[in-house]
């Protein structure tokens, strides 16, 4: 059984920062695209940022410059690093893995930015 497990959100103010963290069971990361995806309030979930299992990235004109996608691919965890936070990014966090076997969706993380 695969399954994917965020961890690192809360609240911070503006300007600050988080790291997000992803650890996935039961498949092996580096074998699919891993992806970070947010859904706020009201609003259908986008598209962060993606990893390859090449290495190459895509992020979203938004959040381009601020945040970073990578993999430990020893501890099978993909993280998303987070900086210079705005009241914008305020959303549930999800991690995705797009792999051989299927298409997998972690339960999602809370980030609030506020002052």
């Known amino acids: 059984q695969v399954q994917l497990v965020e961890s690192g959100g809360g609240l911070v103010q503006p300007g600050g920062s988080l790291r997000l963290s992803c650890s996935v069971s039961?498949?092996?990361?580096?074998?699919?695209?891993l992806g970070w995806y947010r859904q706020a309030p009201g609003k259908q979930r986008e598209m962060v940022a993606l990893r390859s299992r090449g290495g190459g990235t895509t992020y979203a004109d938004s959040v381009k410059g601020r945040f970073t996608i990578f993999r430990d691919n020893p501890k099978n965890t993909g993280y998303l690093n987070m900086n210079n936070l705005k009241p914008e990014d305020t959303a549930v966090y999800y991690c995705?893995?797009?792999?051989?076997?299927?298409?997998?969706w972690g339960q999602g993380t809370q980030v609030t930015v506020s002052s």
């Open positions: 995705n893995l797009d792999s051989p076997i299927g298409n997998f």
């Open positions: 039961g498949a092996i990361a580096s074998t699919g695209t």
